[in-house]
């Protein structure tokens, strides 16, 4: 059984354990953030650091960052870069952006249903990394809200942890006397359970009891039985974290080397309380934004309606949309887009929600959703400046997201009343596959599918569509899921640094040189200082074992920065023979670890060497400096507008994401690829320097991305001198960026840089794809000869006209099977538009040809069948030709002809043995509907066919011609004589 020590408070002054009986004095929301901030920072030493984009920094586990402690993550885990800013925190402050919508936390049904979920909101918290603990933590929460807030104590209560006998966990007694002892009164502090005050980080890793405040809005009572009962009227506003344990893979729970402080609370419920509303809409973080969308809309002035009370919506609507656009203002200016899967799916259905409610409930007009978006910035510019830098962007995207989604709106709707068309619904269950392809694939939200059916009588069939749902959310989670890596734990990184085990020298990945023109990297001999078998530190590894080997120095380069980890292996002294291949190589607190299957017996101490696979990494860096000058010269040609969201160097290929209004054109790909082959030309020198990170962001230039950066940073130059950047701050134009990654040493190496593939993954967004060396060179081969084919095709079709529509088919043919070798053969992009716009061309001007060949020939046909059968109720006859759209032209003159006959006219085909049938009717025919007719003679001839009543068409097989035709005319008159 796990005990804790117990260190007794001192007893406070009778003042700062005063009771308020009156509410605190209104407070405008900008001075509820500033307070809590400067509380902390001013009076108790914190660090204020800025909040996060809402995009998590390398967190594949969040969609978004959905708490104050994600940023943070690194710290409680112990795998922070010792080198870097964050791992020197103790105790820091700040106002961080969240976003609780898909995975674990999703308020996203529940937004606009009461006055206090939201998708989007701002958490205040203070946090102490080994500083101070639940003593000081309770102190000065309690200090905060009762005297600079000016809460009333008597309508607070605080939780605590109860204990749990399974578990073998004592009541956390600790922060019940520290309550007392601030004066909280016994009957205000209440023990809770494992679900209400013990918060874990996941299934495994840090965790620890927690203790809430919570406010009574009523007041003037004994409100203890609505504590954590979800009641309106008593609200949770703080939740102080204290992490202490870590939890083990077994479920069972281990004391941390050093305890935290991990606090939270929801600035929109606090704003709530400070300005007496019992709903956060009717702060002033919302009135503003509500006010906005009736001067936008048709619908009355917000009434604060929830319920049956909120007739039609309208007040659900309103908060509805108040809530997405500040979602939606703050994820696309932090780089999350609508799109199709993850974070970029779930905006996609916020969005997609909030023009419902817009449109549908609230009777704006298309395009007030995107002009809510200056008045999401002129309240929360201030604080997070870069949605007043992203405010048009945001509101393009806006833009043409709802117009998508209009158009499909007016497509799914005429697909849902397509199927119900079909047959009769009024006892039976909608098709499950039809809504969830709605929802999939059109982007319907089910509750619209369920609305639009129940207008009409039909419910979904709900077994069936929670099966589809479930099914994708497997398979979604199967997708996202990451590869399984020996990561150190936060108890492991501590046991490496209780036994002194030092960080990594990883120094030498950067200790490479040009001698005669080549590459020649160091060598490197190291010892075995550690071993992890996934659980814990080991001294030995058998064969077969995985394991992760800590070694005292290594030039195996770890997977960070979007660059690929280092290949190669290891040999040990005693066993040359022997190759251990190292399969991974991450970092973790300062430690690298290379992820190794033993092949014989590994045990600390041992003396290895390691093997560079050097192919590799050559690659990897001729990829990566490739990589800075794309960025360099994507900023030359399209301004400094052009921003990296991303990238990722492997061995074969560069993919690099940025923000670009739209598309590239050819003629930009091809100004970006020159700019960069410049540069690769002139053989630039690649120099790279260690600067103290404050320092380095002031060089004019500098390019960053969204990275926890170590101090001192490693500052990557082309051609000018990192120094001279510093000592002069140079105008001469030029790549600098911060980056771990290894470089070329002179740009040359790459050789040549062909762009083959560009695209927007969502609007705002571009991806591209370029390759280097000898395959840059085959792409531009591939590509000259795909040119030359598509000059050889033009120069056939303007040289001479088709005789026939066969000779013309086979042309179309020949096109079509080039376009899809230019779509999917890797040549310049460029050229692949450029190509593409060819063969459309081509492929259009040669169907003009083909219609044309086909309306003469029918007409040729049709006039000697009519020449054969002159006027005939029921003409039933055959052509020779190959092409159904022969076939059917020449039903539709005969038609013209003759108005009030039945038409069918089929085709043998020489080769298959199949026949052609098309067929046409009078249009007040109601003894024979074309369909009929077709279907009919085409199942009896082994085939199948469709249409309408006027026009149908459809194949069969037989040897017999004249049968078929005796067979169709008999059918048609039994039809048309009754």
Known sequence: MLRLPFRRLRPLSAASGRSFSGLPPPLPAAQVRSTFLDFFRDKHGHLLVPSSPVRPRGDPSLLFVNAGMNQFKPIFLGTADPRSEMASYHRVVNSQKCVRAGGKHNDLEDVGRDGYHHTFFEMLGNWSFGDYFKEEACQMAWTLLTEHYGIPANRLYVSYFGGDAALGLLADQETRDIWLDLGVPPARVLPFGLKDNFWEMGDTGPCGPCTEIHYDHVGGRDARTLVNMDSPDVVEIWNLVFIQYNREVDQSLRLLPRFSVDTGMGLER??????????????????????????????????????????????????????????????????????????????????????????????????????????????????????????????????????????????????????????DYRDRLFPASVAWSLHRDLGFPLDLVDLMLAERGVQVDRQELDRLIAENQVVSEQQAGVSSRLMLDVLSLAALQRVGVPHTDDSLKYAYRLEDGRYVFPACHATVLALFDGQALVPEVREGQSCGVILDRTCFYSEQGGQSHDRGYFTCSCLQDVLFPVEAVHRAGGYVVHQVTAVDSLKTGDQIQLHLDQAHRMSCMVKHTATHILNFALRKVLGSAVSQRGSHVSADRLRFDCSIKGSLSSSQLQQVERCVNDIISANQIVHSQEVPLQTARTIRGLRTVDEVYPDPVRVVSLQVPVSELLETGTDRETSVELCCGTHLLQTGAIKDLVIVSEKQLVKGISRIIAVTGRDAVRARESGHGLWQEVESLSARLSSSTPSSPDSAQRLSKEASILSDAVDNTTIPQWQRRELQGRLRGLLRANNTVIRKLETREAAERAQVLLEKNGRKEVLVDFVETESLSVLMKTVNQLSSSFPLSHVMLLAPQRHSGKILCACQVPKDSPALAASDWAVALCQHLGGSAGGSALVAQGTGSSSDITEALRWAEDFACQKTQR
């Open 270 to 423: 606090l704003t709530g309380v400070l300005q007496g509303r019992r709903s956060n809409y009717d702060t002033d973080l919302f009135t503003p934004l509500l006010h906005a969308i009736q001067q936008r809309s048709g619908a009355g002035p917000y009434a604060g309606r929830t319920g049956t009370a909120d007739e039609g919506q309208v007040d659900l609507a309103y908060r509805v949309v108040a809530d997405h656009i500040r979602t939606l203002s703050v994820c696309i200016a932090d780089g999350v887009h609508p799109g199709m899967s993850g974070a970029e799916l779930v905006l996609r259905r916020i969005l997609r929600r909030a023009v419902r409610f817009c449109i549908e409930v609230l009777k704006a007009p298309q395009g007030a959703l995107a002009s809510l978006v200056p008045t999401v910035t002129y309240m929360l510019g201030d604080v997070y400046p870069e949605l007043s830098t992203e405010a048009d962007r945001i509101m393009d995207i806006i833009n043409e997201n709802e117009a998508h989604f209009l158009s499909s709106l007016r497509q799914g709707s005429r697909l849902l009343q397509r199927t119900l068309s079909r047959r």
